[in-house]
């Protein structure tokens, strides 16, 4: 019967197959990672404007509601005693 053997344990050219493999695999993964981060900022980022963009888009319709002025006072009305009352 055969023996099946699994990882570097057999002779030099399984060995350097495996080694081979294996580097292969953590260079995929290390740029499948890579990818992932950037897209991920990607969508951070657009996230991020459209809510800034939203944000700006609300203060300017909370501004147009409003009706600024300027006014000058001209006569103040000031009371030294209270006003009799009328009741009696």
């Known amino acids: ?4 053997r699994i990882g570097p344990g057999g002779g ?12 292969a695999v953590l260079v995929l993964g290390f740029f499948f990672l890579v990818a992932a981060l950037v897209a991920g900022a990607i969508l951070a980022g657009v996230i991020l404007i459209r809510f800034w963009w939203l944000k700006r888009k609300l203060a300017k319709a909370a501004d147009d509601g409003v009706i600024t002025t300027e006014y000058t006072v001209i006569e ?3 009371l030294e005693s209270p006003p ?3 009741r009696r």
């Open 12 to 23: 030099l050219l399984e060995r350097i197959v495996f080694a081979v493999l294996l580097l």
């Open 84 to 86: 009799p009352d009328e």
């Open 1 to 4: 019967m055969a023996e099946v």
């Open 76 to 78: 103040r009305e000031r």
